[in-house]
């Protein structure tokens, strides 16, 4: 019965009619959910995430082209995208960022090329609205139904993070194949937290899925992704790098990710694999290359070519690096290091946030020649 419901409002999706609910209405009763959520990235947008609108704005200064997937709730879309309307920060569908409401009223994702499209549940109008998930038989509530959807969990993030290509049919970012589904996604970017899934909990529940969505900004959560091993061989240090993770370790094209390799011999750095720019060391430097006619560029929108110095799902790198002199008791030390936003990106857009251009530490080990 409720997979013939399912696919009843997938026949007639279009605009939400039904009234929209904003993020702050579900505090009331998912006050832990809520909170978890405002520290998350899904609840930053062109108000509140500086590097996405500066970027925006260069990548067309006249229409919002990235609402789809960063502003998926509003309720002009066809005129953000046409530039007929622009973000407002009095409209809180626009300010809600990747809302509560829009993801939990996904109801399928139609695979396309250029990048995949959620459509939303049509919701009745005077009725309070459905919203979906993997409950089996969840409580009842005055402020919404709540849907039992079998395909709710594959197809959660698919919509936005599987892959997106601009107009010149150029790769801008690529985490998920065809056909791959968003379950695995879930497991590890929702851990379970504990307390219930809302303040009455009849159901006397211990745990939640976790709504931070941890990820890059996690130093914990980060630490998980990779493996270093580090040995030598007389004056030959080996490094390998292993990608844990089934995406590849550069999504994001503003991001840069490189291994800063050191020997220390007492209180004494005597070696190091870059001088000044990590990029001298090429095989250990992760990020997306835009060019446009051969010419390399820093904004993708316009490229015409993108060149990935990327480590792909699960996928590992063997280093070794010759150094002048290696003696017992020196310590090698390697890290994985990351600017959210590479140092290209400063020729182009001006950001005043610290945390954008300063080196964090993803990963770090030591190893003591023997
Ligand atoms: C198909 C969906 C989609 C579209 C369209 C899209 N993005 Fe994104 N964007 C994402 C996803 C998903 C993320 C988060 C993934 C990540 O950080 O790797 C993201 C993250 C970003 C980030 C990093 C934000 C941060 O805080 O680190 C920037 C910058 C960005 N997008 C810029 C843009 C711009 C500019 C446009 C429009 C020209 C755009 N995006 C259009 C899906 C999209
Ligand atoms: C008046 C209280 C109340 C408000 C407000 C409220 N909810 Fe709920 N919600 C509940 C209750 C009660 C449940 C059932 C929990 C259970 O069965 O354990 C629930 C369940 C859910 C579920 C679980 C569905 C599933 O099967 O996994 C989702 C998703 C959900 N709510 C989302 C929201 C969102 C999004 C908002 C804001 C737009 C919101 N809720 C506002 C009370 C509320
Ligand atoms: C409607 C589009 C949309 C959907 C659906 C969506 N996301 Fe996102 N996600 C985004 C955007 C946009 C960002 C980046 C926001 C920003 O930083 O400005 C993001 C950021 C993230 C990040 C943070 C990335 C980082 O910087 O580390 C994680 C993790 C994430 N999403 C996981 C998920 C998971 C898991 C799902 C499925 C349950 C999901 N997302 C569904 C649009 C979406
Ligand atoms: C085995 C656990 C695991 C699974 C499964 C997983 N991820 Fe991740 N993901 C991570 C870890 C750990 C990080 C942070 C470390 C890093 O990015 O180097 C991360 C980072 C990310 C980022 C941020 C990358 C950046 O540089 O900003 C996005 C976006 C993301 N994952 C999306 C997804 C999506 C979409 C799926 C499902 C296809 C998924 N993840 C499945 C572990 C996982
Ligand atoms: C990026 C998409 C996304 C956003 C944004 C989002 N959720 Fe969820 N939420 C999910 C997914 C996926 C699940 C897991 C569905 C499942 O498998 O039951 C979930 C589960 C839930 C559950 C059930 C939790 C459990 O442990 O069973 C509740 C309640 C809920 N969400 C409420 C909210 C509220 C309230 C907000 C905003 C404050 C919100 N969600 C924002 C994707 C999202």
Redesign the pocket.
């Known amino acids: 019965m409720r997979i013939v419901l399912i696919l009843l409002l997938l026949a007639i999706q279009g605009v939400q009619a039904a009234e929209y609910k904003s993020n702050k209405s579900c505090k009331e009763c998912h006050e832990k959910i809520y909170d978890e959520y405002r520290m998350s990235?899904h609840s930053?947008g062109f108000f509140t995430?500086?590097?996405?609108?500066?970027?925006?704005?260069?990548?067309?200064p006249k229409r919002?082209?990235?609402?789809?997937?960063?502003m998926p709730a509003a309720n002009n879309m066809s005129d953000i995208l046409s530039g007929n309307a622009f973000p407002d920060p009095s409209n809180v569908t626009h300010t809600d960022a990747v809302s509560c409401y829009f993801c939990h009223t996904i109801a399928y994702v139609k695979e396309s090329h250029?990048?995949?499209i959620n459509l939303p549940a049509k919701q009745a109008e005077g009725y309070k609205p459905s919203l979906f998930g993997s409950l089996k038989d969840p409580d009842h509530n005055d402020k919404h139904s709540a849907l039992h959807s079998p395909i709710y969990r594959a197809n959660a993030?698919k919509?936005?993070?599987?892959?997106?290509l601009?107009d010149f049919n150029t790769t801008?970012?690529e985490?998920m194949k065809p056909g791959e589904d968003s379950k695995e996604c879930i497991k590890c970017h929702m851990p379970m937290l504990p307390g219930g899934v809302e303040k009455l909990n009849h159901k006397n529940r211990t745990e939640h899925m976790s709504h931070r969505f941890p990820?890059?900004?996690d130093e914990n959560f980060r630490k998980k992704g990779v493996d270093i091993a580090v040995t030598s061989k007389a004056n030959t240090i080996m490094v390998t790098l292993v990608n844990k993770m089934p995406h590849p370790l550069i999504?994001?094209?503003?991001?840069a990710k490189y291994l800063r390799v050191s020997v220390l011999r007492g209180d004494k750095k005597i070696w190091s694999n870059y001088k000044n720019s990590p990029e001298e060391d090429r095989k250990s430097y992760f990020a997306y290359i835009f060019k446009k006619n051969g010419k390399r560029i820093n904004?993708?929108?316009t490229a015409t070519e993108t060149i990935a110095h990327n480590l792909p799902a699960k996928g590992s790198l063997k280093l070794e690096y010759r150094v002048p002199s290696l003696e017992s008791g020196d310590i090698v030390k390697v890290e994985l290091i990351l600017r959210?936003?590479k140092r290209d990106c400063s020729k182009v857009v001006t950001l005043k946030e610290y945390i954008?251009t300063e080196e964090q530490i993803i990963k770090s080990v030591e190893y003591k020649v023997p």
């Open positions: 990235a930053k995430d500086e590097l996405h609108r500066e970027v925006a704005l260069k990548a067309s919002y082209e990235c609402a789809v997937c960063h250029k990048f995949n993030c919509g936005c993070h599987s892959h997106k601009n801008i970012f985490a990820g890059i900004r999504i994001q094209p503003a991001r904004i993708p929108a959210l936003a954008w």
